[in-house]
């Protein structure tokens, strides 16, 4: 059975950092994308970040240059490094796994359950 499992979330005020984990068992992933996706309360879901096998990453405008999304294949582990964090990025951050369209949420096959970040002003 295949599990992403996220960790590392939580409340931290604007300006501070956090690292969310996921944690992936069952099979590795070695091919297609792995990605982060966020979602807000009455909002739809969205693309965060995605790395491929080969090490290419992918970033949403509002990320960029604040966010890195990097993968242990040896540990299986995908991270993403939350720096300069804004009232904004809070969310409900999930992992995603198995990906084919490295932006859509849709084109991924496994999915963690999620882990709460919120930022306070």
């Known amino acids: 059975q295949v599990q992403l499992m996220e960790s590392g979330g939580g409340l931290v005020q604007a300006g501070g950092s956090l690292r969310l984990s996921c944690a992936a068992s069952?099979?590795?992933?070695?091919?297609?994308?792995m990605g982060w996706f966020r979602q807000a309360p009455g909002k739809v879901r969205e693309f965060v970040a995605a790395?491929?096998?080969?090490?290419?990453?992918y970033y949403a405008d509002s990320v960029k240059g604040r966010f890195t999304i990097s993968r242990d294949n040896a540990k299986n582990t995908m991270y993403l490094q939350m720096n300069s964090l804004k009232p904004e990025d809070t969310a409900v951050y999930y992992c995603?796994?198995?990906?084919?369209?490295?932006?859509?949420?849709?084109?991924?096959?496994?999915w963690g359950q999620g882990t709460q970040v919120t930022v306070s002003s």
């Open positions: 069952g099979r590795t992933f070695s091919s297609g994308a």
């Open positions: 995603a796994a198995d990906g084919r369209l490295v932006q859509y949420a849709g084109s991924y096959n496994y």
């Open positions: 790395i491929l096998s080969g090490g290419s990453t």
